[in-house]
């Protein structure tokens, strides 16, 4: 396994339209994350699957972004209509339902809305 | 609520000498982790350590160890013998483990280490 992959690395789209990125996390691990994080700031919690069940929302996840894990595998996160304030980088993580683990971060998706 | 606070936005450590990041933390959870990731400027977070909060021992890892002071709520990041390849965005970041409730991991605003030759 070499670790969480995310798709595609860079997209750079219009604003108003909608963009989707994928995350496939480490094969056995069952948590998986999603981060948001802007220039010069830390990551910004999102959202988080245990398994297919997607367990908690932050208040930054307007309606406009919607995210799914089915089948308890990989991972997407869409947006729509886009807006240039979601220029950012968008990380995936995954780590064990376990405690004391860390999380193991993707190499993110950078955003760019013109 | 669960909070970090680094307050270092920058730092500077000659090349061979030790240096300390700071982190503070909050939480109302007595069982919890903290954990200090690097972020090179290609973007991906490396995990660095991991502290228990009912570790008894600080935790190590190569050149990194925790100074982990749990009464002032405290989880520095001690680097020695600074590399130039140690030039990097350092987070420091927590998460509970409630019996129930969130399992997210909250992320401080990190600091900038900068490595001179």
């Known amino acids: 396994d070499t670790g969480v992959s995310q798709n595609p690395r860079h997209k750079i789209t219009k604003r108003g339209q909608n963009v989707t990125f994928r995350c496939d996390p480490i094969s056995e691990h069952n948590r998986l994350y999603w981060y948001r994080q802007t220039l010069g700031q830390g990551p910004e919690f999102l959202t988080y699957?245990?398994?297919?069940?997607?367990?908690?929302k932050s208040r930054l996840l307007s309606d406009r972004f919607s995210a799914e894990r089915p089948k308890g595998s990989f991972s997407t996160l869409e947006i729509q209509r886009t807006e240039q304030g979601d220029s950012a980088m968008y990380l995936c993580?995954?780590?064990?339902?376990?405690?004391?683990?860390?999380?193991?971060f993707g190499q993110g998706t950078r955003l760019t809305v013109v | 609520a669960q909070k970090i606070t680094q307050t270092q936005p920058g730092m500077f450590v000659q090349e061979k000498e030790a240096v300390t990041l700071d982190c503070t933390y909050d939480?109302?959870?007595?069982?919890?982790?903290l954990f200090w990731y690097k972020q090179p400027s290609s973007g991906e977070m490396i995990f660095l350590i991991y502290?228990?909060?009912?570790?008894?021992q600080n935790a190590t890892e190569g050149r990194y160890s925790l100074n982990f002071q749990k009464a002032r709520k405290s989880a520095n990041l001690v680097i020695s013998a600074s590399q130039l390849g140690d030039s990097a965005m350092y987070f420091c970041a927590m998460r509970e483990f409630p019996t129930s409730g969130t399992y997210k991991y909250i992320f401080g605003t990190g600091t900038r280490l900068k490595v001179l030759a």
């Open positions: 939480t109302s959870d007595p069982s919890y982790g």
């Open positions: 699957f245990q398994n297919e069940a997607q367990l908690e």
């Open positions: 993580a995954s780590s064990l339902a376990v405690g004391g683990t860390e999380a193991f």
């Open positions: 502290q228990g909060s009912y570790d008894q």
